[in-house]
């Protein structure tokens, strides 16, 4: 199982784009990147998920280079609601073979 | 609605006391797994399943049994609880509709074993 590397905490303003980078260096051909998002004591909640180049949803854009050995989560002018932590898995999507690994995730705190 | 459940929420029990957190999924999802988190540990992996009698270890699976005898349901059983295994307990389920896997959680059982 690839591992990931986040930054452990974030702090942005209001109104400003977040970017917060994931390592995985160990990535494998069919590993996919996924997002979730967990609110204090609350399940985590699925974000953006992808495998190369990039994503975008209503609420995120998910940026993976040509190598993906990273991947950047991009949260657009975000407010007091996204304090959460952020959580980048990366996963074998085949059949047979659906054991995740979430780590310690990004706790990021927007500050008014 | 579209959920999954947890119960009990909340449990205070004693070492060795036999418990059961159930989970259960209205999707029809043919994966579930149980997640345990704990400050500074971020979730880790206790066991999950891919469909009825199919299940698997974790990352973290001792002292944890489950069984999956119907799609919907997934019980976390600890036979004999130990204070190491005071967490807060996630189940989750998904479909298996490759490569899209967005797991669904529960609202989470807060456990305390003295």
């Known amino acids: 199982l690839a591992k990931t590397t986040q930054p452990i905490s974030m702090d942005s303003y209001e109104g400003q784009e977040v970017n917060i980078t994931c390592s995985h260096n160990?990535?494998?051909?069919?590993?996919?990147i996924t997002w979730y998002q967990q609110f204090p004591s609350q399940g985590p909640r699925f974000i953006i998920q992808?495998?190369?180049t990039k994503v975008t949803n209503e609420v995120a854009s998910l940026f993976i280079p040509a190598d993906r050995k990273s991947s950047t989560l991009s949260l657009p002018r975000v407010s007091l609601s996204d304090t959460a932590v952020y959580y980048c898995?990366?996963?074998?999507?085949?059949?047979?073979?659906?054991?995740?690994?979430f780590g310690t995730g990004t706790r990021l705190t927007i500050i008014p | 609605e579209a959920q999954v459940t947890q119960n009990p929420r909340y449990l205070i029990t004693v070492t060795g006391k036999k418990l059961t957190v159930t989970c259960s999924q209205n999707?029809?999802?043919?994966?579930m797994s149980w997640y345990r988190q704990d400050p500074g540990l971020g979730l880790r992996q206790i066991y999950y399943?891919?469909?009825?009698?199919?299940?698997d270890k974790g990352d973290v699976p001792e002292g944890y049994k489950v069984s999956r005898k119907e799609k919907r349901n997934f019980p976390l059983i600890l036979e004999s609880p130990s204070p190491n295994q005071t967490s807060l307990y996630f189940c989750?389920?998904?479909?298996?509709?490759?490569?899209?896997?967005?797991?669904?959680f529960g609202p989470g059982t807060r456990l305390t074993v003295l």
């Open positions: 160990n990535i494998a051909t069919n590993d996919y």
């Open positions: 999707m029809n999802h043919e994966y």
């Open positions: 399943s891919m469909n009825v009698e199919v299940t």
């Open positions: 898995l990366v996963g074998d999507m085949r059949r047979g073979n659906e054991k995740l690994t």
């Open positions: 989750a389920s998904s479909l298996k509709r490759l490569p899209y896997n967005e797991q669904f």
């Open positions: 992808g495998y190369k």
